[in-house]
């Protein structure tokens, strides 16, 4: 069974760093492109990152680029993602999510894990 | 950046019902369009993609059709677990991938 857990999510100040992680099981993890979407409370979702399968591509949204860091663990079949800087605009709920080979919409979601910024 | 605009905002209609949803993007996306489910506290869930192929696990009553800039999402015969709220994202042109502001689907 596919599974995704994110972690690594919570309360941080304006200006500080935050690291998320996501555990997957039941694929093979070096198959897939994996990405980063996040909601804000009450918004809709919004793509952030995607990192390929054998990480060649790294693509960014502007909101975050420059501020956060997708990279991919093989041996610990995990995703994570390296934030700084954070503001008040970056609270959301956030997912990893895996896409299908050679198409970026996402076939599986982690339940998500929720980062608020404030003082 | 490609915008997709979803309407209506929010449909009220009854069980046993006909709902559609539609999605409009600001310039051609071909086929590559998606569509998500998401209930409360949940993740969103692939129901659509390729614009028309159904996701494991969805019903028959769920269709999606549409090219270019214009697509449609219809659910027939609306059951009480169809009430939530549906995305719209695509895959055309990216990065960035970006998502509809949604639909809410309610119970009138």
């Known amino acids: 069974e596919v599974q995704l857990v994110e972690s690594g999510g919570g309360l941080v100040q304006p200006g500080g760093p935050l690291r998320l992680s996501c555990a997957v099981f039941?694929?093979?993890?070096?198959?897939?492109?994996m990405n980063w979407v996040r909601q804000a409370p009450g918004k809709g979702p919004e793509w952030i990152a995607y990192?390929?399968?054998?990480?060649?591509?790294?693509y960014y949204a502007d909101s975050v680029k420059g501020r956060f860091t997708i990279s991919r663990d093989y041996a610990r079949n995990s995703l994570h993602l390296q934030m700084n800087s954070l503001g008040a605009e970056d609270t959301a709920v956030y997912y990893c999510a895996r896409n299908m080979p050679g198409q970026v919409y996402f076939d599986y979601w982690g339940q998500g894990t929720p980062v608020t910024v404030s003082s | 950046e490609i915008v997709l605009t979803q309407s209506p905002a929010t449909l009220s209609l009854s069980p046993g019902e006909r709902a559609t949803l539609s999605c409009r993007a600001s310039q051609s996306i071909s086929r590559y369009l998606a569509w998500y489910q998401q209930k409360p506290n949940q993740a969103p869930r692939l129901l659509i993609y390729?614009?028309?192929t159904r996701a494991t696990g969805f019903p028959a009553r769920f269709s999606g059709s549409g090219s270019g800039t214009d697509f449609t999402l219809t659910i027939n015969g609306l059951e009480p677990e169809d009430f939530a709220v549906y995305y719209c994202q695509h895959y055309s042109n990216w990065p960035p991938i970006t998502f509809g502001q949604g639909t809410r689907l309610e119970i009138k």
């Open positions: 390729d614009a028309s």
């Open positions: 039941g694929f093979t993890f070096s198959n897939y492109g």
């Open positions: 990192i390929s399968k054998n990480r060649d591509r790294i």
